[in-house]
Every structure is written in C-alpha cells, then in structure tokens.
C-alpha cells in the first residue's frame, strides 16, 4: 500500500515537471488552438437535410457566467438567419465555431438593448470571415436607425480594417448592413423569401414598447417560430398553429419577485424598481407552456430566461409547468440545438461543444 501510494506521488510529480518542459506546452498550446479554430465538422449543420435552430444566447438582460443575451439561429439551405444579437451573443458563436460567411441575414424583434448590443460584432466579425455581399438587417420601423447608429460607431474600425488587410481582402462595400424596414403593427405578413425558405413577421405584445415582432420560419415542411420579447400573446398562439418548434421568451415572475424583496434587503432601491416593473411585459414558463398546448407545438423551448436560473437548480424555473404541459419543453442553454429532419420525425435536442 505505502509503495503504491509513493509510486502515485512519484507519478504526479513526474507529470507537473512535465508541464514545465517547452516541448510539452508547446504541444498543449497548438492543441487548444487547433480545437478552438478547427470548424471541418460544423459543416454538417448546414446539410440539407433539416430546419435547425441554435442558441446563440439564452440569457436576459440579467447577468450570467455561461449565458449570452438572446441569440437564435436558424439554419436552413446552407445559411444561418440570427435573430436578435444580444450582448455576447457573437463570442458564443465564436466559441460554437460557426463560419460566420454563412450568415445570411440578422432579424430584430424589437430595440431593447439585450436584443441589439452585439449588432456592430456579428457585421465586423462576418465580413471578415468573408461574407459574400452586405448584411440584410430586418426589424420592424425603427431597424434603420439602429443599423444607422452601428455604421457609424464602426464607421473608424471599417476603415482601419480595409486599411490593414486591404481592399481585395475586405471590399468595403461587403461590410456593410442594409436595413430592411417592414411594419407589421396590424398583423402578421411575409418578410422575405430564400429559396424555400419563407420567413413571416408578426406583431407581440411588449408594451409600453412598440413595435416589437416575432418571426416564423418554413423550410421544406417543417416550421418554428420565434416569439421575441411578448406577454402571452394570441396573435403568437395563431402564427404558431402547427409549427414544430416554439421558442419562447420566460420569465419566471416569482423568483423576480423575489429578487425585489431580496433588493430591497441588500439596500438596492433602484434594482428593486425595476425588478417590480417588468413582470407586466413578460411571459411566465406556465403562460407559455399554455400558448404552446394552444399552439399545439412539438417543442417547447424557453429562452430570454429571466431570471437565469442556476445550472445546479434550474428546476425551479419550471415549477408548476409539468401541471399544464407535462412533456414536450425544454429550457434552452447556449449551445443547444433543435434539429428538425426533413424527413419528418420528432424534434431532436442536443448541444454543441
Ligand atoms: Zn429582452
Ligand atoms: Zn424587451
């Protein structure tokens, strides 16, 4: 026993030397390089054979160590459609090593902070890695002011990038973003096509804020929609009849509750203000279980979480959901991926290291 145990010091003091040695961290480093920017095996995501969601940032406003701000992509025919970039939001793309030249557009729901911040990044970062033209922004009115504000405050770094890789590399005119404006205030209506992808806007309820929309996306049969920032809304429940996928926005109003009392303990009057105003304009886990049964979703998956539970007891988000919708939701984490095969068959949840 006692010669085991020195053979085991032996052994664990062998290998911290090794640590210390160049040719050993040398090969560590090239190892941990090559595995964050090796993406050969994300071309699979773009196969041809389902309508794919992946969640780029599950997050609220609210901070979070594994979480990014509200993110979704949609992969369909070999591109990716971001639908709100939310603070961090292109740093998990980043990590999720997702070829950002395949970006084929970015749709805002709505101007709220969470949902716009990483706009300037997703623009720069997938020029650089050669997106073949400008970036389509869709959004509701408004859109044109906020794509406005982000050329101009990338307006200096653009020109330092032609500047410094030069023009052949990064044509200017590529790194632009081009807003497309569409009001859809008195209901829903198409956005835009991609070949046999279709994409419909739709009008939610995030009052005061106004506009705000959620978006449907059809590819080859199979369908998900996306319900933006919204009170439980039945405009939602009747754009979402039938789809596959519902990813919805929750909050879950008795941990924000609460948050304000333990804000007002902690002496944070201002945090507590907010934490009381915004359960008006927010969907609860139980309320979108029951948009989803309306709805008659496959899958229900909750994103926008507020709060972002933590991993250990995320549970509790959920409390009271299993009642009304006893399978069929997930709570979404950044990296998770829906894929639903074109084939038909039953949505299919993973997630991407
Ligand atoms: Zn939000
Ligand atoms: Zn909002």
Redesign the pocket.
Known sequence: MKKLLLALVALIAISLAAFQLPAVQDRLVDQAIRRNMDNADRGALFNDDALRLLVCGSSSPFPSEDRARPCLAVIAGGKFYVVDTGPGSWNRMALLRIPGERIGGVLLT?F?S??IGDLGEFNMQTWVAGRPGPLPVYGPPGVERVVAGYTEAYALDNGYRVAHHSAEFLPPGKGLMEAHAVDAHDGARPLFTDGELRVTIFPVH?NP?EP?VGYRFDYKGRSLVISG?TTKDPRLTAVARGADLLAHEAQNQELVARMASLAGELDRPRLKKVLGDIPS?HTSPVEAAGVANEAGVKLLLLYHLTPPPPRAVEGVFLRGVAAVRPQGVALAHDGDLVELPLAGGEPKLSRLR
Request: aromatic residues 12%.
């Open positions: 709505h709220h969470d949902h995030h804020i705000a920032d304009y």
